[in-house]
């Protein structure tokens, strides 16, 4: 886009009924001949004014003052002008001012625009957004809003006066005020970047105040069970039916990498012959929309075939007899109790058990792990192998093993000397 000329002058303006005493400070902006005037919030008299230079006259701290704040308005006068040149947008005398004046301000407020941002995130559940992604920025936006009622007095505020400051005060309110881990408080954070991101698309914001914020996540223990604890858990006699259908649940997702709402959601229609005759999952994970397909160990076929026939599951098209998340959950404790296993049950360790002690242990490459769990990137699943100890120690072995048959290894005579 070319340049425009701009032009930029102060001048007074009489107010009505004007019967002498100060005048009114306007800034004059002219973009190829066309100008609009813009009230600084400032007055001034006439006599200690310089027309020429547009200016304050004298060495008084107040006319410094107003000198410097002129200078102030003058380099934001430029800087709208190549906010809007960067955005593509047209240059004119009527752009310049609204950027200066805040018209609309309104729609700039942070928290109106996170509030249209999930409403329409609402409208996007189940065509292509999952319900827990509006639930996480629903739950950000309450936080936020708490955030600036109990530390800035304010019901709102404009997205203009985000910077690095407000940032770090909403890292540290989330830290020791609802007691987040740092993981959590960055994904709250993250949310809100979000919002603030779009702005600066729209050209309602000048630069990212995120920038010179660190949004590093710390790493994080990965629980899963190991062979014996799933085992023990699989194999143990429950005579209570409802905590039986919880334990089916469990070590289904232990041997298909689902999550709880995956697993909710399954149709018979998604499991499938594959090419080779052998039933498998095929589905798009709620969470990701990213599809996994999942050939099925014996034991999920097993349990599939146990409730083949359930009156609950035939009347809701369900595969599994799948209860509420909070039930789901509260049942697992007892089931831990009960099978003697010290950790906290949750689907999501079904899920970390299935990439690690199911597969990984078991030598299935990281790609088909990838696969089969619906990961967008390999990087996802790398992550396992990290926590995977034991398969270390174990490829170490088969290693030592290895070298040996090929006598890969130098004597040891000469070696000791």
């Not at 950027?99 to 329409?120: A, Q």
């Not at 319900?131 to 936020?144: D, E, Q």
């Not at 999501?348 to 769990?373: C, Y």
Request: glycine content about 4%; some cysteine; aromatic content about 8%.
């Amino acid at each position: 886009m070319l340049e425009k000329s701009l032009g930029l002058m102060f001048f007074l303006k009489q107010p009505r009924n004007y019967d002498g005493g100060e005048m009114y400070i306007y800034l004059k902006i002219t973009v190829d001949g066309v100008s609009k005037d813009v009230s600084i919030k400032r007055s001034w008299l006439p006599s200690r004014w310089n027309s020429k230079g547009n200016r304050a006259i004298g060495n008084k701290e107040d006319a410094k003052a107003l000198n410097e704040f002129l200078d102030v308005m003058q380099n934001k006068a430029y800087d709208a002008r190549k906010h809007l040149i960067d955005r593509g947008k047209v240059v004119t005398s009527l752009a310049i001012v609204e950027l200066l004046s805040g018209i609309n301000e309104r729609k700039w407020m942070l928290l109106l625009l996170f509030e249209v941002h999930n409403k329409d995130l609402k409208k996007m559940i189940g065509k292509g957004v999952a319900k827990g992604t509006y639930t996480n920025f629903n739950t950000s936006y309450k936080h936020t809003c708490k955030f600036i009622k109990v530390i800035y007095k304010v019901d709102d505020i404009n997205i203009r006066s985000l910077d690095l400051e407000f940032i770090k005060k909403l890292y540290n309110w989330y830290r020791t005020d609802l007691e987040l881990n740092h993981n959590s408080a960055l994904k709250n954070i993250a949310n809100m970047k979000k919002i603030v991101l779009d702005c600066v698309d729209n050209g309602w914001l000048v630069g990212d105040p995120f920038a010179k914020f660190e949004m590093t996540r710390e790493d994080v223990d990965t629980v899963y069970l190991d062979k014996e604890e799933i085992q023990r858990i699989a194999s143990k006699n429950i005579q209570n039916e409802r905590l039986s259908r919880v334990r089916d649940l469990f070590v289904f997702c232990c041997f298909t990498g689902l999550s709880f709402i995956d697993v909710k959601q399954l149709k018979r229609s998604e499991v499938t012959l594959a090419h080779n005759s052998e039933l498998r999952i095929y589905k798009n994970r709620q969470k990701t929309g990213t599809p996994a397909a999942i050939p099925l160990l014996p034991i999920a076929l097993l349990i599939l075939k146990k409730y083949q026939d359930d009156a609950t599951c035939l009347a809701k098209d369900m595969l599994l007899p799948v209860l509420s998340n909070q039930k789901y959950n509260s049942y697992l404790k007892e089931i831990a109790d009960t099978c003697k296993v010290n950790k906290e049950l949750t689907s999501k360790m079904a899920r970390n058990s299935f990439a690690t002690t199911v597969t990984l242990a078991n030598n299935v490459p990281m790609e088909t792990i990838s696969k089969m769990m619906g990961h967008k990137s390999l990087k996802q699943t790398q992550h396992y192998a990290k926590v995977l100890a034991i398969k270390v120690t174990e490829d170490m072995v088969t290693l030592k093993k290895t070298l040996a048959k090929k006598k890969f290894i130098p004597d040891q005579k000469i070696m000791l000397g």
